[in-house]
C-alpha cells in the first residue's frame, strides 16, 4: 500500500475525530471506495469509540448498511500485529526489527494507535499536586519567608524526634545541662583537631555544637549541606557556649515506611532528558521505545511520565549553538511534539520541565506556559511544575527533573553522591527531605512566599534525570528512579568526562513497585 494512501485515510479519520489500527488502514486504502469504506466504517464504531479497528472496517464492508448493529462500547477487538518486535530486556544486545516499521504508518492528530494495544481502556487521570503560580518579587521579605517555611515544614517532621528548645533559650541554660536543638545549618566547618563544628540557626538565633570525630555517627556530618534542617541533642559544655552531640537527626524517611500501590496491574514508563534538537538526539532509540509501547507486551504500560528536557534549549551551555540540529526553540519543541504522537494514543502522559526547557531556570519551575502547551498538544498530555508530585493508580511519584545533583555531588563526598551513583544522590533527598538543601549555590533557587521543594510527605517513588546516567535502587522501602536520557554525548559532555546512559526506559509496575529496565539502543 503506498504511503500515500495511508496518509489520506488516517487524514479523513482524523478530521472525523478518530484514530486508526494499522490494519484498518489497510483494508480501508484497499477497498474500491475508499471515502465510502471510511464512511461506513465510521457507521460500524459503537459510541463512545474512538479508534477505528480492523473488526469495525471488515464489519462494515461485509455487513449491508440496512443490516449493521452497533455491538456494546468496550467489546471490540484491536488488531494484533505479530510480526512486531521488541526490544532486548537491560542490554539491548539481542537485535530488533522495530525500525522496520517506521514510516508504515503516519502518526495521528492525538497519538498514534498501531499495533496490539487495546483501543477502548482509558485510564484515570493522574492526580497532580505541586504546580505553583510564581510569586516571588525579589524583595527581602521573599527571601525570609521561604527560608521560615522551610524551617518550619522540616522542624515539624523532627519535633517527635527530641525534646527541643529555642536557640535563645538554650544559651541561658547552665553548663553540664542536657539540651536539644532544631535548626537549620548555617555554617559548618572542620576544626584543627578534626571534629564538625556546625553552627545552627532557628527563628531565635543561632548556638555552636561540636560533632567530635569519634562518635558514630560522625559520618552523618560529613553528609551535611548548608541550609539544611537537623535536629541534635548532647550536652552544654562547662560554660554553656557549646553543645557536645550525642546524638543528630534528620527528617528522614521512616524506616517502617510502607508505600502504596495499584489495585490492578498497570505500568508506567518513567523516561527523562529526550532533548529533542540536539544533533545528538537518539531519534532512533526513541523510535523503537514507541514502537515496543505498541506490542502486546507492552498493553500494561498506561502512563509515561517524563522528568524534564524535552529538548536541547538554546544557550543553556558553551558552545551549544554549534551542537544543534533545529537552532529555533519553538521548532524543537514542534519536533518534540512529533515525536511524542508516536506514544500510543491511550496513554496519560505527564511532563515537568527541566533546566533545558523554555522556562525559568531557578526552581521550583513553573510548569510551561500556554504558548509552549499548545505546541506540546499530542495526548492533551498533563504539564506541571518541577518539582511535582503525580499520583498515579494510588501511587505517589515524587517527579523532581535533578538540577540539584550537580551540587549535591560536588559537596558530598563520592560514597554518598555521585554520577555513577545516582540512587545514592536520591537518598540524600529523602534523608534531608529537600530536593535542593543549599541556597546560593549553583541550583538556582526562587524566593517564593512558601518552599515548594520541600518533600512534605513521602513518596512512594522518586523519578529523575538531568545526569544522563541510569540508576535505581529503594531507600526505606521508597523506590529511587534516575531514568538516562536520550542523547549520545555532546562535545560538552565530553569535556567534562561525563559518558551518558542512552534510551533506557524503566517500567515500573504500580501495583507490586517491581522495575524492568530496557534499554532501546
Known amino acids: 500500500m503506498p504511503l500515500e494512501a495511508s496518509t489520506r485515510i488516517v487524514h479523513a479519520l482524523a478530521e472525523r475525530g478518530y484514530n486508526a489500527d494499522r490494519e484498518a488502514v489497510t483494508l480501508l486504502a484497499g477497498a474500491s471506495d475508499p471515502q465510502a469504506a471510511i464512511n461506513r466504517a465510521v457507521e460500524a464504531v459503537p459510541e463512545g469509540t474512538v479508534v477505528v479497528t480492523a473488526a469495525h472496517v471488515k464489519e462494515s464492508l461485509e455487513t449491508p448498511a440496512d443490516e449493521r448493529v452497533h455491538t456494546p462500547t468496550g467489546q471490540t477487538d484491536a488488531a494484533q500485529d505479530t510480526d512486531e518486535q521488541h526490544p532486548s530486556v537491560s542490554s539491548g544486545n ?60 522540616l522542624a515539624d517532621q523532627l519535633r517527635g524526634r527530641v525534646n527541643h528548645r529555642p536557640t535563645d533559650a538554650v544559651a541561658e541554660m547552665s553548663g553540664n545541662s542536657d539540651a536539644a536543638i532544631i535548626g537549620m545549618v548555617s555554617d559548618i566547618r572542620t576544626t584543627a583537631s578534626g571534629h564538625w563544628l556546625v553552627e545552627l540557626e532557628d527563628t531565635n538565633g543561632t548556638f555552636p555544637c561540636l560533632v567530635m570525630k569519634d562518635r558514630d555517627f560522625a559520618d552523618d556530618a560529613r553528609t551535611l549541606l548548608p541550609d539544611e534542617v537537623i535536629a541534635v541533642e ?92 533545529i537552532v529555533d526553540i519553538y521548532d524543537q519543541y514542534e519536533a518534540f511534539n512529533e515525536y511524542l504522537k508516536d506514544v500510543p494514543g491511550d496513554m496519560e502522559i505527564v511532563m515537568i520541565p527541566g533546566n533545558h526547557d523554555a522556562v525559568r531556570l531557578a526552581e521550583p519551575q513553573p510548569a510551561f506556559d500556554e504558548e509552549l502547551r499548545d505546541i506540546m498538544s499530542a495526548h492533551d ?23 540539584s545533583f550537580d551540587e549535591i555531588i560536588a559537596e558530598l563526598p563520592d560514597e554518598y553522591a555521585g554520577y555513577d551513583n545516582p540512587e545514592g544522590t536520591m537518598a540524600q533527598l529523602l534523608r534531608k527531605r529537600h530536593v535542593a538543601p543549599k541556597y546560593g549555590g549553583m541550583t538556582r533557587i526562587a524566593p517564593e512566599e512558601e518552599d515548594h521543594l520541600v518533600i512534605e510527605e513521602v513518596p512512594d517513588i522518586v523519578h529523575t534525570g ?4 541510569l540508576g535505581y535502587g529503594t531507600y526505606h522501602n521508597v523506590l529511587t528512579i534516575n531514568s538516562s536520557c536520550w542523547q549520545s554525548q555532546t562535545d560538552f559532555q565530553e569535556s567534562v568526562n561525563l559518558e551518558p546512559d542512552v534510551g533506557y526506559a524503566p517500567i515500573v509496575n504500580l501495583q507490586t513497585l517491581d522495575l524492568t529496565i530496557r534499554q532501546f539502543v
Open 466 to 469: 538531568h545526569i544522563h546516567k
Open 234 to 325: 548532647g550536652t552544654l559544655a562547662d560554660d554553656a557556649g557549646i553543645l557536645f552531640v550525642d546524638s543528630l537527626f534528620f527528617p528522614e524517611v521512616p524506616r517502617t515506611y510502607t508505600p502504596s500501590t495499584a489495585d490492578r496491574e498497570v505500568e508506567a514508563a518513567l523516561v527523562s532528558d529526550v532533548h529533542v534538537g540536539s544533533e545528538e538526539f537518539r531519534g532512533d532509540a526513541w523510535d523503537r521505545f514507541a514502537d515496543w509501547l505498541h506490542t502486546e507486551e507492552a498493553e500494561s504500560v498506561e502512563y509515561l511520565l517524563i522528568a524534564g528536557d524535552m529538548v536541547e534549549g538554546v544557550g543553556v551551555y558553551p558552545g551549544q549553538d554549534e551542537e544543534l540540529d
Open 94 to 153: 539481542e537485535p530488533d526489527n522495530s525500525d522496520d516499521m517506521a514510516g508504515t504508518v503516519p502518526v495521528e492528530t492525538e497519538g498514534s494507535s498501531r499495533g496490539a494495544r487495546s483501543a477502548t481502556r482509558s485510564p484515570p487521570d493522574p492526580e497532580l499536586s505541586g504546580d505553583i503560580q510564581s510569586t516571588g518579587t525579589g524583595e527581602y521579605g521573599d527571601f525570609v519567608s521561604v527560608f521560615r517555611d522551610r524551617y518550619e515544614k
Open 381 to 403: 498530555a498533563r504539564i506541571t511544575a518541577n518539582p511535582s508530585t503525580v499520583t498515579v493508580e494510588g501511587v505517589s511519584v515524587l517527579m523532581y527533573h535533578g538540577t
